[in-house]
Nanobody
Framework: VQLQASGGGLVQAGGSLRLSCAASGRTSSSYAMGWFRQAPGKEREFVAHISRYGGMTYYADSVKGQFTISRDNAKKMVYLQMNDLKPEDTAVYYC?????????????????WGQGTLVTVSS
């Protein structure tokens, strides 16, 4: 599967963005999906995860109540709605796909990665 992330940009603190991840290839529902982010000078970290059919979602504590992950398997799309953005949310955001079960916060679980989209939040 190939993944293409989009929707990043420059936004003021308190604003919102919706990131999109388009999947091509194998049936979308074959994969559970995750979003990760990497801030400047930091390691990549888990943000959110959604199960194959969207019935279960998980979030990093730092984004709970602020971000929402969703998916539309018919369109082969996964989304990350980000509200009340803060400067510390500035990062390159990556979508990733996995067909395996395991530790969803562990990036090694995910075999497929998009190229990343930059989100910059100004204060």
């Amino acid at each position: 599967v190939q993944l293409q992330a989009s929707g990043g940009g420059l936004v003021q603190a308190g604003g919102s963005l919706r990131l999109s991840c388009a999947a091509s290839g194998r049936t979308s529902s074959s994969y559970a999906m995750g979003w990760f982010r990497q801030a400047p000078g930091k390691e990549r970290e888990f943000v959110a995860h959604i199960s194959r059919y969207g019935g279960m979602t998980y979030y990093a504590d730092s984004v709970k109540g602020q971000f929402t992950i969703s998916r539309d398997n018919a369109k082969k799309m996964v989304y990350l709605q980000m509200n009340d953005l803060k400067p510390e949310d500035t990062a390159v955001y990556y979508c990733a796909a996995t067909i395996r079960d395991g530790s969803i916060w562990d990036e090694s679980l995910y075999a497929y990665w998009g190229q990343g989209t930059l989100v910059t939040v100004s204060s």
